[in-house]
């Protein structure tokens, strides 16, 4: 299915981690492609193995982590095996990375200039004169008010908005084709958060990156994605078109997790959906389906690894229940 | 339904201090003359950005922080002026759910000996009785007995907030105020809680603050919902009109900006230009003008307060704003 659109192809990747107790798979049996000009959403909740993914990509897995199968193709070459120094050019310059925390993630002592201008001095090797202006250019790109003035700032002195917006400018300084979007709002107002996604999707309309948009906000992969992928206990659970996947959700655990948001129009005098238990750990080793302890339809089969099936070409499933022979209360 | 608190003009400023001799510069004013009523088993929601205030008054209302200035009135006792000593006898009728259930605990106590803390410390019950409430609590709250002998580290975000509301509850309090309690927590241990804290407060009789910054968690548990901007009240009354009706433009905003996940629904549209003013340096006149799509020269003069609109009555609902007649209806929801 690869075409020529597609920037980033992964196959089979699995991604495992060392501890004390042995060794765990975090992310296992993960496909997906991400094409030019297109959003792709990673959704899921803590633990699920949405962040190890994008750190997988981005060849920055902490020390105990390694990506212990799989492939992860960007513009057909295979990323796995290249060295440190090898994924540093790609890193930045091809596929760029934003944060959840901008505090956290820009150097305190150092200017807002001297940072992104960072960017330019590794990848471009420019004089000082001409990083200084395409410095400026760029955070006035992501629309950041007296730019200049900015400039000469230290972190601190800029709120959580600018902040992130200072993070967009410098992952997007050397025009890279893949954005990689780690709960880029999580930790932003509301009223931030639209700002914040309204300049995403409009540096995508011009720069026409793929952009791998990871959050546990459903309401905000509405607004924000072309397609979806669902991950529950280090697997994908379902795959669909964006529409497709809100309309009509197929996994069990996508239902659940949707009836579980309160909506405009819910009372109190109704309960709200839960979903019992808790997310399994990782190291909670057990086959089958992983959502089956938690699910309401779980029945004989789902003791047995549930196979990724299409609905139809643009929506996927991995549950037993949309098997043909399975019982036909559950739907 | 008689009333329980009453907030009279409350305002609460934490002093900047500079120099070696820590002269104040200047303040913060988190807080400002805040007023609203609260009935008994009505859960009163209050939101609004990081930095409205909404915390800080929170704190203050359980006197936490000492307010600067204004009235708490808590079952017609004048619980804002009574010294440490005479408050004590009050602490236990208002109780405290914090956000982190991480930072909340004391990892080195047993849940047994968290949950009894509080009646130890009032010298309640025999040791016997109190090992029975805690039983009793700890089930209320869905968790089985055998977790008393535990500690906070062997559990998820969830059950540590349900150990948190058992030892707020654990004293029988009239009011909880509840500081972003499911901030932290996944959406599907979102409404777990949510669903708890309402049959509690129904089978308790519990009057709850609600404070949070997600409208639509708000929206669901609260009868009356309070919207905050730098440490005003812009916006009260009942939350099915907030939401329907909103009369505030920064409510107008704030109810367009929410991510929804009906796809069919218009794309959110981010109307609101800039960010927060500084709560050390106030705007005159309307606090958001500086931000508000519709502000006239007059919004500079003088600050509008609370009032009933011809066109809604005498519902309770009222707005901070002094053109809310000519905006009118622009929310299409």
Redesign the interface.
Known sequence: MTSANTLLDVQDLRVSFRSDDGVFDAVSGLNFELAVGKTLALVG??GCGKSVTSLAIMNLLPENGLISDGQIRFMGRNLVPLSFKEMAKIRGNDIAMIFQEPMTALNPVYTIGQQVGEVFKIHHNLSRKEINKHTQEILERVKIPEAEKRMREYPFQL????RQRVLIAMALACNPKILIADEPTTAL???????I??LIKELQEDMQMGILFIT????????IADDVMVMYGGKVVEKAN??SL??SPEHPYTQ???A?????G???EN?????PG??PSIKEQFGGCRFRNRCPHAYVDCEKVPQFKAIDHEHSVACHLRNSDAPASAS | MPQLLQVKDLSKSFPITAGIFKRTVGSVKAVNEVSFVINEGE?LGVVG??GCGKTTLGRTLIRLYEPSSGEIIFKNINFGQLDEHELRPYRRHIQMIFQDPYSSLNPRMSIRRIIEEPLAINKIGSLKEREQKAEKLIEMVGLPRSCLERFPHEF?G??RQRIAIARAICLDPDLIIADEPVSAL???????I??LL??LQKMLGLTIIFIS?D???V???SDRIAVMYLGFIIEIGPADQV?KNPLHPYTK??L????????HKK????N?EG??PSPIDLPSGCPFRTRCPHQKPECAQDRPLLRDLKRTGANGHQVACHYAEEIGDTHE?
């Open positions: 909740e803590s709120s959580g908005g600018m107002d509301v009223t931030i958060q639209a700002q996604i309204a546990h906000d459903l309401g905000v992969v509405a607004e964006a529409d809100f309309t659940a997790l949707l579980s948001i309160p909506k405009p819910d009372s109190k309960p709200l959906a839960t979903i808790m997310v | 859960t950005e990081s998820s969830g059950q996944d959406v599907s241990i979102q409404s777990q949510l669903n309402v049959s910054h409208l639509l968690v929206k669901y548990i939401f905003a704030l367009k900006v929410i991510p929804s996940i009906d796809r794309k959110l549209a981010s609101l960010e927060l929801p």
